[in-house]
């Protein structure tokens, strides 16, 4: 079999210049633990209000030896003045395996703290389709280990509908509408069931 190894160029800001050179390489064969699949998701962002980006990068399955691990895993490095791509500070490995490749990762805000959430989904082996939850918390998202809440609920998108900071949910219906779930007044991630009667 062949495997295309995946490499991520990282280029600096300076005064609203972008470098011309990458100072930093993510390449696959030097990565530690050494990852023989792609990132399914690459994602920049400030988990842990530090002031600095964090790396964020999702893979929905690992290739070892002739064998497949289905077990979603979110890798994410520390940003900061040390930021390396050597070896990521966390690596968050779902306890469910995926059942295909779809999927969906988002980091925002979703409920009222000024703390950064983490969620991703995809349709698990054992229970159907799967979202879990990450909720931002003081010493976040070093001291993650497994989802604070998980739910059993369709492809979901994420956006800001009403303007509130807060990252309201999509869900494309099989009847052809959408249903909208706003995160403000009260309907916190946390507790909502994100369905019809929701």
Known sequence: ??????????FRTDSFR???????????????????SQPREVLGYDLDNDGYDELILYFAYDIRDSSIDRHPQVWIYRGGPNFQVDTPTVIIRDAEEQDDYGFQMYVGRFDD???????YGFLSSTSGSRLAIYFGRDGSPWNWTAPDRTLNVGELSALDCDGDS??????????????????????????????PDD
């Open 1 to 10: 079999s062949i495997i295309a190894f995946f490499t991520l160029e990282i």
């Open 18 to 36: 972008l470098d011309t050179v990458p100072s930093l390489v993510l390449d696959m064969r030097k990565m530690t633990p050494r990852m023989r």
């Open 113 to 119: 703290d000024p703390y950064p959430d983490l969620l």
């Open 166 to 195: 807060l990252l309201d949910f999509a869900e494309p219906k099989p009847s052809r509408h959408v249903a909208i779930y706003l995160s403000g007044a009260g309907k916190s991630l946390r507790t909502r069931t994100l369905t």
